[in-house]
């Protein structure tokens, strides 16, 4: 099965978990079968690989996710990297060149495209199985997921079926209706929109020539700023007459709230935590160090991070996005393909940073302009290499740089650094890249 | 006027604020007039040389809290340093020994003595004159002040007087009593003890002399250890028949709890934070340097430090002692004579801090047995003593010390400095100290 994910834009809904470089499906909040935590993202790739395992996964996503991609799920998935934000058409229409010109996908097979994020179980995996298969078919140019409505929501799009079997062709689609009108489509047997979409990867090949002039993948990558941002739904899915539906009952929730997202949790602490004996539908989570004391509170989240605290009535926490808006943020923890980091001071010319490197990873051999570096490694080994020369290293090593210096380091074994910057323009992006 | 302030032990009841090395008595909390925080030893110093600007002021205390008062104080007090808890009679008597011995007081001036944390107006130290003006007259051989009691409270110990008036001769003292029994006391005109005592300093020495065997400061301090505990109240105070008592209806309040530290807080929020309009009653005291952001709480106390964050309902913060004490606490920021540091980071073989040096301050010539050190200048300049040689310092220079090299830093104005220490055995009693 060839599956696309869509791994949508940062958010702060989920401050001070989710930022703006850090996507909320990267956050390792559920625990696992084996007691460990794992992140959304982590969660479904598990799941797919038990109903499948050989799918062929493609996350379809922005530059700024590809490390903490390559860093939880290694390097088993393929990533279309979309140059900019163009909403869903754009995206589908790349990562459909980027399976036929990258991944050698042939146009016949079938292609499932879903969202990264609903919080799912694995009948939810077999459900595409059974879309992929409903493609391969060929009776109509598309199958639809719908999800079987639990109450008459006015947050989802609606499908209309021509009737309620299982599977049954689609008389029409509706836009988020009020209460009323939602109530009377399901009386009718509506479904919710779960955007999700299987069809041959050549329909889609074709809908996207005609829809967009370019030649091949590289072609329409480096034309990719130029796009109209469109959805998927209103450019094709809406105008295509041929299309069926497959009805889902299973568990389907979006997580995209701190309401709904401890809703899903398995426990109601993770990280260190106390809650005394009053506390009720209290969750903290917790990504300090320290602990976190909750006493006699009723339906509240705690959250935690480097990047700051939350304590919100569970209710309220839908609404934290203007609040968290007009933080002025420094990101505070990043993941990177190489390890993560995390700073740990910052004073009006330095900053401290602890950088974790996996082993075998390496930074790329860099320079700065405006700040000279000092690293003093706390644990591990590897090598640096400094204007060309070579030299291991092992905790207590101290390597000072001044600005300009070329510099990156190599970790045989998990190795620890504290970084400390130094200069009166430290900026994230002053980063000059160099052949080594 | 002759005060002596009992500065007591540490607590967790404030809590990630207050801990095994912090007292409330030094978190900056309060809004002083000039707009800065000042902690409650700093209102207390502000308010009492306000109404006595030649007040000799000391201070009883243990050797934990000397460098957080010189710190927050300066030179301009006494310390009476007590070398380890013994209650407050033999606290009393060392300061009383220390003040004739040390600050030279003559024996024929009066002492008030007074716990150091009670929340209170410049109507509280007015009065502490006339207790002092009282003492001097010597018709009695102590004079207490009594708190006028706003309810009947369990709470406190109970003075009686022999009639209402505002100066009066006490009849007895009274152990806690259960509420009924307190409406009774307080009909009959009795005051709560507010732990307030002034006499001569030659009364005080001559029962530390009767009941303690010993014959100067030296030799008091010296035996401390061998002291029993007791209290001042009842090995002096309930046995001594010749006592007044000054009626005072100002403000007086226990600070113990965030509850009632709270309500004394002129502002919702101190440090960096944001409620939204759905909060009531919500306290925010804040030393990280990230944001706390409340979303419709109520009668919420937020309190967040490097130790860590408490969230408590406001009623239930005063029984948070027995959580706090389960947690294992590595002290995270500390106050020093020189400065401060705070730990930012602990790795299983090592630990980075955060050193900020006061201008004009040097730390003690020291070494350590089981770890070598890293300082990284990232501010200000001084110079540094590495065995025995001198050197300049500024931002971005490294001084690398291994285990068993003698060092310390002068600091020429403010100085900070990164320090990593590296070894399997980092503590913080591992200091050796030497003379330079």
């Not at 004391?293 to 480097?306: D, E, F, Q, R, T």
């Not at 007009?326 to 330095?350: N, T």
Request: with cysteine; charged share 25%.
């Amino acid at each position: 099965m060839n599956i696309v994910l869509l791994s949508g834009g940062s958010g702060k809904r989920l401050w001070p978990l989710s930022n703006d470089i850090r996507s909320k499906q990267f956050i390792k909040i559920f625990k696992s079968e084996n007691g460990e935590y794992e992140s959304m993202v982590q969660r479904v790739y598990r799941q797919l690989k038990k109903v499948d395992p050989n799918v062929n996964l493609t996350i379809a996503t922005s530059k700024s996710q590809v490390s903490a991609i390559r860093n939880q799920l290694g390097d088993g998935v393929g990533i279309s990297v979309e140059p900019c934000r163009r909403d869903t058409f754009p995206a589908i229409a790349l990562s459909a060149a980027y399976l036929k010109d990258v991944a050698g996908v042939s146009p016949e097979e079938s292609v499932v495209v879903c969202p990264v994020d609903p919080y799912v179980e694995e009948d939810y995996f077999e459900t595409l199985k059974i879309l992929s298969e409903l493609s391969d078919k060929g009776e109509s140019n598309m199958v639809l997921m719908g999800m079987e409505p639990t109450y008459p929501s006015e947050k989802y799009g609606y499908i209309m079926p021509t009737d309620k079997s299982d599977v049954s062709k689609v008389d029409s689609f509706k836009e988020k209706p009020t209460k009323d009108i939602a109530e009377k489509y399901i009386e009718e047997g509506a479904l919710w929109n779960g955007g999700v979409f299987a069809f041959k990867l050549k329909y889609l090949l074709d809908k996207a020539h005609e829809l967009i002039d370019f030649e091949d993948y590289r072609d329409l990558f480096n034309k990719y700023d130029t796009l109209t941002k469109i959805s998927f739904d209103y450019e094709v899915v809406e105008k295509e007459p041929s299309i069926l539906v497959k009805r889902f009952n299973g568990q389907w929730k979006d997580l995209g709230t701190w309401n709904t997202l401890t809703e899903a949790m398995e426990e109601n602490i993770v990280g260190k935590g106390v809650q005394n004996e009053n506390c009720e539908g209290v969750h903290i989570i917790n990504e300090m160090n320290v602990p976190v004391l909750a006493m006699g509170l009723k339906n509240v989240v705690i959250s935690a991070s480097p990047e700051g605290i939350l304590v919100s009535d569970k209710e309220q926490s839908s609404y934290i996005k203007p609040y968290v808006d007009k933080f002025e943020q420094q990101v505070m923890f990043a993941e990177k393909s190489w390890g993560s980091y995390r700073v740990m001071d910052i004073d009006p010319e330095a900053m401290t940073i602890k950088v974790t490197l996996n082993p075998g990873s390496k930074m790329n051999y860099h320079s700065h302009k405006n700040r000279d570096e000092v690293w003093v490694v706390i644990s591990g080994q590897g090598k640096t290499i400094v204007d060309g020369m070579e030299q291991n290293i092992n905790a207590g090593d101290v390597i000072a740089m001044q600005a300009g210096c070329k510099h990156t380091v190599i970790a045989d074994t998990e190795l620890r650094l504290i970084e400390v910057q130094l200069g009166k323009d430290i900026d994230v992006n002053d980063k000059q890249k160099h052949e080594l």
